[in-house]
């Protein structure tokens, strides 16, 4: 069976950090693309940040960049994501995904495999 689980969630103070990872198991993902995504009660899925196969490309929502880095091991099957100067507005349950598909990926639509979620909690 297919999983993807996400662990290092949590309550954090404004400006501090956490660094979320998703350990993918049942099949190799060394070939996917994965990413994370974050959602808040009421408002859609919206992209965060991905990372191609082989970790050479990574891409950003605007409003994570150079807070927040992307990383992949494909010996471990996991993908990480540290998270740093952390704000309220980015208090969520993040999400990891993966796709055989950069593009589905990006897209956020029809993607092969979902987490269950970690929630990330920001205090003012």
């Known amino acids: 069976q297919v999983q993807l689980v996400e662990s290092g969630g949590g309550l954090v103070q404004a400006g501090g950090s956490l660094r979320l990872a998703c350990v993918a198991s049942?099949?190799?993902?060394?070939?996917?693309?994965m990413g994370w995504f974050r959602q808040v009660p009421g408002k859609e899925r919206e992209f965060v940040a991905l990372?191609?196969?082989?970790?050479?490309?990574?891409e950003y929502a605007d409003v994570v960049k150079g807070r927040f880095t992307i990383s992949k091991d494909n010996a471990k099957n996991t993908v990480y994501l540290q998270m740093s100067s952390l704000q309220p507005e980015d208090t969520a349950v993040y999400y990891c995904?993966?796709?055989?598909?950069?593009?589905?990926?990006?897209?956020?639509?029809?993607?092969?495999?979902w987490g269950q979620g970690t929630q990330v909690t920001v205090s003012s």
């Open positions: 995904a993966a796709d055989q598909s950069l593009q589905t990926l990006r897209a956020g639509a029809y993607i092969d495999y």
């Open positions: 049942g099949r190799s993902f060394v070939t996917y693309a």
């Open positions: 990372s191609n196969w082989s970790a050479a490309h990574t």
